[in-house]
């Protein structure tokens, strides 16, 4: 009896925190299906959370009107994922160096690349603007491959300088850690190589770590905003967060807000509920390991 | 990455060796699995920052047609006589101080929370994660309608205490307008670090928890005896990603107060980006973000020695 | 596992692709000059997502490519929120475009950092004399922008409701003294009818707080800068006019006549009834009078002593200095100048016509009209904000300045920081010379 009550009570804080966590973004969502006036109106009492009153799809065509959202959202999902694939496969080739092999300078990377996590983003973005315009980039007009200058205005600004990430390499250090040495030392005595350890051993355990940095790097590129309208001119190429900026204008449309910020958060959603899954995996593969 | 390919390609080559070759075939190899990553981080991250700190000794401007003076250290004895400079240290380290145990704590709260065999238990994790695919800018803008004096968080004050409170104007007021930010940023971030928590617990080998339940351990102590100690990895981890976290408070306050009301929020990287793209003092905020980061620099280095591994 | 291994390289090898695929579909201007290639003038404005203004600006451009063969104008239209950001950004990556827009009071600043070239444009339809003062972007002594509209602000307010609390609407020869407006709004308070009678937006941020409020210094007699030289804010940022503002200024919220912080839509709150006297911009006249009729009532500037006053200049056009075909940007600068333009342009976004010859063809602009004290007051009321380099950064004191006193802080001590802060930027600056 006491364990039934037990395991109701335990229910019970969850259920009362997801109305914590869940409840401003359902105000968000439910915002988006009313008219401005509404949303204020509504503000002061429970139907802020409820599809009450003049409810209609107004606010998202209003936002297809307003922004070119199809293309801000391809645009993302091709920087966002780039960025996540070549992240996963760089940060963790390091991290797996530096955490189970042994080298001259070790520490001494281990410890510039932690101390790396300090310096934010917007404290060197101005000299960063100016230095990748500096860099040369190929560019490929029909068969004719050229080396020019500046990589501003393209896909690969986006991309090329989030790849390399300390989060990622960290977390990834101290997720390897974890792995024990002996396979290591058993997979040498076989005969394989190191490269072959990490890719066919250590990274294939490392579900749970893959899909953690996956999130991790997926979010801020998803996010990014500040960057995107330094360094993009042409509304092609913007990804989805310039987008929000379109809404702020004289009369703020709260209502096309709402919508539009619905409209970027729930395929990220929906990808984190897919690595849910991939989590769960590698919950009973670690557990057959040991 | 060719570094690497040509590691390899000697590897195959050489079989069983010396150690010696051993060794340095293994050097070989770690150096071209770490050089992609260095070497992207030496060129978007390093040389640009050596760049903005080189800044601070000079006398530039965001838009400006003479070029760069070096000044020596001139924005550093202005920097120590700017009050507003004082205040925004304080804040950050206020924010920092809470909001590092405050989310750590509970986000490991929730990762137990969610980690039991519970049917349902994805759902719960789904919803507790949903802030963090929130970009903090429209969460910003969403609880600045919430912490209104009339907006819902009010409301919902008032009536749990019968109409007997009345909360405050959160964001108008110098007293409560950090508390306010604070609880907004673990709101939206706790999630995050539920999730690394969580895939730390996935690491503790089930055996373990078998062969303390033989023993009969109660949940504190499996807790204290399996739990913990198999957390030591995740432990540094998530302490020091919140505190770097933390010490970048920007967003938040850039969007919801903007560093008021009396500067009571404002904190370094706001001061930083304020007086270098409004204010137009590029030098100036250079100098900010070298102070600021030699500050964290200490601040980790101290963690990191005290949550150092006794190997 | 083996699978799973496999797909990681798979993942491997088209992130690869895909890189180096995104390299290929790079577009953009290479090279060394900017923003025009060939016969090809790029324009940048500031409109994505206003798309009411965005469609004149394609309207000229259209008319202007199809006029000649010589150029072809293409657009890229940026957020306004950070448009400054995305133009020092590629100034400093020297990739500015050819042709322009810049809110008025930038552009001192950005004349003198090198973004911007003189323009001449005397061939256009309509001359420059023509156009309301603050349209005119000068600086020293040389012409570096125009607009086609300007904006003013006023206060609206109910007839029914003033008139209830007997309260005289003014007109632009009398308007309201500092005494009547704070008696009004006394009675207003006291009929407990309305929290907060006056609403003027203090919920913005940014430039909104150096345009809205600083007029009403200079209507104290007080102001952001002295003038003569523009070389000191010291004894007029911190003077004893512009302190008797910020007493005022506070005195609002105080007495409760004011929000500290307005809610996330003023002018609905005003249409709604939550306040009595809202001050806001020309923008919102047509929707205002829409929602009202006769009872809503045009109100000038309070007359705080020094004559009323409201801030001018608006968003302007412009050519930049690295332009590699100025031929090119100021034929368009030259064509966009017809009267046709200056109509759409108020049309469409509910602005103020720069010309008189203008204000005749928009509906309620025209002498007489119902809207047309509002062309008034910008032609009569409007004075520049500051016009010297300095001024991004006296707008940021004096935003900052203003927002602590309403949070409580002492008028003269924080009048008094800000006017030392500004005086230390303009001597490391060295007066901004050069």
Same mark, same amino acid.
């Given at each position: 009896?006491?364990?039934?009550?037990?395991?109701?009570?335990?229910?019970?804080?969850?259920?009362?925190?997801?109305?914590?966590?869940?409840?401003?973004?359902?105000?968000?969502?439910?915002?988006?299906?009313?008219?401005?006036?509404?949303?204020?109106?509504?503000?002061?009492?429970?139907?802020?959370?409820?599809?009450?009153?003049?409810?209609?799809?107004?606010?998202?065509?209003?936002?297809?009107?307003?922004?070119?959202?199809?293309?801000?959202?391809?645009?993302?999902?091709?920087?966002?994922?780039?960025?996540?694939?070549?992240?996963?496969?760089?940060?963790?080739?390091?991290?797996?160096?530096?955490?189970?092999?042994?080298?001259?300078?070790?520490?001494?990377?281990?410890?510039?690349?932690?101390?790396?996590?300090?310096?934010?983003?917007?404290?060197?973005?101005?000299?960063?603007?100016?230095?990748?315009?500096?860099?040369?980039?190929?560019?490929?007009?029909?068969?004719? %491959?050229?080396?020019?200058?500046?990589?501003?205005?393209?896909?690969?600004?986006?991309?090329?300088?989030?790849?390399?990430?300390?989060?990622?390499?960290?977390?990834?250090?101290?997720?390897?850690?974890?792995?024990?040495?002996?396979?290591?030392?058993?997979?040498?005595?076989?005969?394989?190589?190191?490269?072959?350890?990490? $890719?066919?051993?250590?990274?294939?355990?490392?579900?749970?770590?893959?899909?953690?940095?996956?999130?991790?790097?997926?979010?801020?590129?998803?996010?990014?905003?500040?960057?995107?309208?330094?360094?993009?001119?042409?509304?092609?190429?913007?990804?989805?967060?310039?987008?929000?900026?379109?809404?702020?204008?004289?009369?703020?449309?709260?209502?096309?807000?709402?919508?539009?910020?619905?409209?970027?958060?729930?395929?990220?959603?929906?990808?984190?509920?897919?690595?849910?899954?991939?989590?769960?995996?590698?919950?009973?593969?670690?557990?057959?390991?040991? | 990455?060719?570094?690497?390919?040509?590691?390899?390609?000697?590897?195959?080559?050489?079989?069983?060796?010396?150690?010696?070759?051993?060794?340095?075939?293994?050097?070989?190899?770690?150096?071209?699995?770490?050089?992609?990553?260095?070497?992207?981080?030496?060129?978007?991250?390093?040389?640009?920052?050596?760049?903005?700190?080189?800044?601070?000794?000079?006398?530039?401007?965001?838009?400006?047609?003479?070029?760069?003076?070096?000044?020596?250290?001139?924005?550093?004895?202005?920097?120590?006589?700017?009050?507003?400079?004082?205040?925004?240290?304080?804040?950050?380290?206020?924010?920092?101080?809470?909001?590092?145990?405050?989310?750590?704590?509970?986000?490991?709260?929730?990762?137990?929370?969610?980690?039991?065999?519970?049917?349902?238990?994805?759902?719960?994790?789904?919803?507790?994660?949903?802030?963090?695919?929130?970009?903090?800018?429209?969460?910003?803008?969403?609880?600045?309608?919430?912490?209104?004096?009339?907006?819902?968080?009010?409301?919902?004050?008032?009536?749990?205490?019968?109409?007997?409170?009345?909360?405050?104007?959160?964001?108008?007021?110098?007293?409560?307008?950090?508390?306010?930010?604070?609880?907004?940023?673990?709101?939206?971030?706790?999630?995050?670090?539920?999730?690394?928590?969580?895939?730390?617990?996935?690491?503790?080998?089930?055996?373990?928890?078998?062969?303390?339940?033989?023993?009969?351990?109660?949940?504190?102590?499996?807790?204290?005896?399996?739990?913990? %100690?198999?957390?030591?990895?995740?432990?540094?981890?998530?302490?020091?990603?919140?505190?770097?976290?933390?010490?970048?408070?920007?967003?938040?306050?850039?969007?919801?107060?903007?560093?008021?009301?009396?500067?009571?929020?404002?904190?370094?990287?706001?001061?930083?980006?304020?007086?270098?793209?409004?204010?137009?003092?590029?030098?100036?905020?250079?100098?900010?973000?070298?102070?600021?980061?030699?500050?964290?620099?200490?601040?980790?280095?101290?963690?990191?020695?005290?949550?150092?591994?006794?190997? | 596992?083996?699978?799973? /291994?496999?797909?990681?390289?798979?993942?491997?090898?088209?992130?690869?692709?895909?890189?180096?695929?995104?390299?290929?579909?790079?577009?953009?201007?290479?090279?060394?000059?900017?923003?025009?290639?060939?016969?090809?003038?790029?324009?940048?404005?500031?409109?994505?997502?206003?798309?009411?203004?965005?469609?004149?600006?394609?309207?000229?451009?259209?008319?202007?490519?199809?006029?000649?063969?010589?150029?072809?104008?293409?657009?890229?239209?940026?957020?306004?929120?950070?448009?400054?950001?995305?133009?020092?950004?590629?100034?400093?990556?020297?990739?500015?475009?050819?042709?322009?827009?810049?809110?008025?009071?930038?552009?001192?600043?950005?004349?003198?950092?090198?973004?911007?070239?003189?323009?001449?444009?005397?061939?256009?339809?309509?001359?420059?004399?023509?156009?309301?003062?603050?349209?005119?972007?000068?600086?020293?002594?040389?012409?570096?922008?125009?607009?086609?509209?300007?904006?003013?602000?006023?206060?609206?307010?109910?007839?029914?409701?003033?008139?209830?609390?007997?309260?005289?609407?003014?007109?632009?020869?009398?308007?309201?003294?500092?005494?009547?407006?704070?008696?009004?709004?006394?009675?207003?308070?006291?009929?407990?009818?309305?929290?907060?009678?006056?609403?003027?937006?203090?919920?913005?941020?940014?430039?909104?707080?150096?345009?809205?409020?600083?007029?009403?210094?200079?209507?104290?007699?007080?102001?952001?800068?002295?003038?003569?030289?523009?070389?000191?804010?010291?004894?007029?940022?911190?003077?004893?006019?512009?302190?008797?503002?910020?007493?005022?200024?506070?005195?609002?919220?105080?007495?409760?006549?004011?929000?500290?912080?307005?809610?996330?839509? %003023?002018?609905?709150?005003?249409?709604?009834?939550?306040?009595?006297?809202?001050?806001?911009?020309?923008?919102?006249?047509?929707?205002?009078?829409?929602?009202?009729?006769?009872?809503?009532?045009?109100?000038?500037?309070?007359?705080?002593?020094?004559?009323?006053?409201?801030?001018?200049?608006?968003?302007?056009?412009?050519?930049?200095?690295?332009?590699?075909?100025?031929?090119?940007?100021?034929?368009?600068?030259?064509?966009?100048?017809? /009267?046709?333009?200056?109509?759409?342009?108020?049309?469409?976004?509910?602005?103020?016509?720069?010309?008189?010859?203008?204000?005749?063809?928009?509906?309620?602009?025209?002498?007489?009209?119902?809207?047309?004290?509002?062309?008034?007051?910008? $032609?009569?009321?409007?004075?520049?904000?500051?016009?010297?380099?300095?001024?991004?950064?006296?707008?940021?004191?004096?935003?900052?300045?203003?927002?602590?006193?309403?949070?409580?802080?002492?008028?003269?001590?924080?009048?008094?920081?800000?006017?030392?802060?500004?005086?230390?930027?303009?001597?490391?600056?060295?007066?901004?010379?050069?």
């Amino acid at each position: 009896m006491t364990a039934f009550l037990k395991h109701l009570g335990g229910h019970a804080g969850r259920v009362v925190l997801a109305l914590v966590f869940a409840l401003p973004l359902v105000f968000m969502l439910v915002s988006s299906f009313k008219p401005d006036d509404q949303i204020f109106g509504d503000l002061g009492s429970l139907r802020a959370f409820l599809p009450v009153g003049a409810v209609s799809l107004d606010n998202y065509t209003g936002v297809f009107e307003r922004v070119p959202a199809a293309q801000f959202l391809l645009n993302s999902v091709i920087i966002s994922s780039v960025t996540v694939a070549l992240g996963v496969i760089v940060n963790s080739m390091a991290a797996f160096a530096l955490s189970r092999m042994r080298w001259p300078g070790r520490k001494v990377v281990l410890t510039a690349v932690i101390a790396t996590l300090i310096v934010p983003f917007e404290t060197f973005a101005l000299p960063l603007v100016w230095w990748v315009n500096q860099l040369p980039l190929l560019r490929v007009n029909g068969f004719h %491959p050229e080396w020019t200058t500046g990589w501003m205005d393209t896909y690969q600004v986006q991309i090329v300088p989030f790849v390399a990430n300390a989060f990622s390499i960290f977390f990834f250090h101290q997720y390897f850690r974890s792995v024990p040495k002996e396979i290591d030392e058993a997979a040498i005595m076989d005969g394989a190589g190191w490269f072959t350890i990490y $890719r066919r051993i250590v990274m294939p355990l490392s579900g749970p770590a893959v899909a953690t940095v996956a999130i991790l790097t997926f979010l801020p590129a998803w996010n990014s905003y500040l960057w995107p309208l330094m360094v993009v001119q042409s509304e092609e190429l913007r990804p989805v967060m310039v987008g929000i900026s379109y809404f702020f204008q004289l009369n703020v449309g709260w209502g096309q807000i709402m919508a539009y910020s619905s409209m970027i958060t729930v395929p990220i959603l929906a990808l984190f509920m897919a690595f849910q899954r991939s989590f769960v995996n590698s919950i009973a593969s670690t557990g057959v390991k040991g | 990455m060719t570094t690497m390919i040509a590691a390899l390609g000697r590897l195959r080559t050489v079989r069983r060796t010396r150690t010696t070759h051993t060794r340095r075939r293994e050097s070989l190899t770690a150096l071209g699995m770490a050089a992609p990553a260095v070497v992207l981080l030496i060129v978007f991250l390093a040389v640009p920052v050596v760049l903005a700190f080189a800044l601070a000794f000079t006398d530039a401007r965001l838009i400006s047609p003479t070029p760069a003076r070096f000044v020596g250290l001139r924005n550093f004895t202005l920097l120590f006589q700017d009050p507003v400079f004082y205040k925004s240290l304080r804040n950050t380290a206020y924010f920092a101080a809470i909001v590092v145990p405050l989310q750590a704590g509970l986000a490991l709260a929730l990762a137990l929370l969610v980690n039991a065999k519970v049917r349902g238990v994805i759902f719960f994790r789904t919803v507790y994660f949903l802030p963090v695919v929130t970009s903090m800018v429209v969460v910003s803008l969403l609880w600045t309608f919430l912490y209104r004096k009339d907006g819902l968080v009010n409301h919902v004050i008032s009536t749990l205490t019968l109409g007997h409170v009345q909360g405050p104007d959160w964001l108008g007021d110098p007293r409560t307008a950090m508390p306010a930010i604070i609880l907004m940023s673990v709101w939206q971030g706790v999630g995050f670090h539920m999730i690394i928590w969580l895939a730390g617990l996935q690491t503790i080998p089930a055996e373990l928890y078998e062969a303390a339940d033989l023993d009969g351990a109660t949940r504190r102590h499996r807790f204290r005896h399996v739990t913990w %100690p198999g957390l030591r990895a995740t432990r540094t981890f998530v302490l020091v990603t919140i505190t770097i976290a933390a010490f970048s408070l920007f967003t938040q306050i850039r969007v919801m107060t903007q560093g008021g009301p009396l500067d009571s929020t404002t904190t370094v990287v706001h001061q930083a980006v304020h007086t270098g793209y409004d204010q137009q003092q590029t030098a100036y905020a250079a100098a900010m973000s070298l102070i600021f980061f030699v500050l964290v620099l200490t601040v980790s280095l101290v963690q990191r020695f005290l949550t150092r591994e006794k190997d | 596992m083996v699978f799973r /291994t496999r797909r990681l390289a798979c993942a491997s090898v088209t992130a690869l692709a895909a890189t180096a695929l995104v390299a290929g579909c790079a577009s953009g201007d290479g090279g060394s000059t900017s923003g025009a290639s060939g016969n090809t003038l790029t324009l940048w404005t500031h409109n994505a997502g206003n798309s009411a203004e965005l469609d004149v600006v394609k309207k000229i451009i259209k008319d202007f490519n199809g006029s000649q063969d010589t150029y072809e104008v293409k657009l890229q239209a940026f957020p306004q929120n950070d448009y400054n950001s995305s133009v020092v950004a590629a100034a400093s990556a020297r990739k500015l475009p050819c042709l322009l827009d810049v809110d008025g009071p930038n552009v001192a600043n950005w004349a003198w950092g090198g973004y911007l070239a003189p323009i001449d444009v005397s061939g256009g339809e309509v001359p420059l004399s023509d156009q309301l003062a603050s349209t005119v972007a000068r600086y020293q002594d040389k012409v570096y922008a125009y607009g086609f509209y300007d904006v003013a602000l006023t206060f609206f307010a109910r007839r029914s409701v003033l008139n209830e609390y007997g309260i005289r609407i003014p007109s632009m020869a009398e308007p309201w003294t500092k005494d009547e407006f704070d008696a009004a709004l006394a009675e207003l308070k006291k009929s407990g009818t309305f929290e907060y009678p006056l609403e003027m937006g203090t919920g913005g941020s940014g430039e909104w707080w150096s345009y809205a409020y600083s007029p009403q210094m200079q209507s104290f007699g007080g102001d952001l800068i002295d003038r003569d030289g523009y070389r000191t804010a010291s004894g007029t940022f911190d003077g004893k006019d512009s302190v008797a503002w910020a007493t005022w200024f506070r005195s609002l919220v105080s007495n409760g006549y004011m929000a500290k912080k307005s809610g996330a839509d %003023p002018n609905k709150d005003f249409l709604a009834g939550k306040s009595a006297i809202q001050w806001d911009g020309s923008w919102n006249a047509a929707k205002n009078a829409d929602k009202l009729g006769d009872d809503l009532a045009i109100i000038p500037p309070v007359d705080f002593g020094d004559g009323p006053k409201i801030g001018g200049a608006s968003w302007q056009w412009a050519m930049s200095s690295s332009c590699s075909d100025k031929d090119g940007a100021q034929a368009w600068l030259t064509f966009a100048r017809q /009267t046709k333009y200056f109509v759409d342009y108020a049309k469409a976004t509910g602005t103020l016509p720069a010309t008189q010859a203008a204000a005749r063809q928009v509906d309620g602009y025209q002498p007489g009209g119902k809207f047309n004290e509002l062309v008034e007051y910008a $032609r009569t009321f409007a004075v520049v904000r500051p016009v010297t380099p300095a001024y991004p950064y006296i707008s940021t004191e004096f935003e900052k300045a203003a927002q602590d006193i309403l949070a409580g802080a002492d008028p003269e001590n924080a009048l008094g920081q800000g006017a030392k802060d500004i005086d230390n930027n303009l001597r490391t600056n060295n007066h901004y010379a050069g």
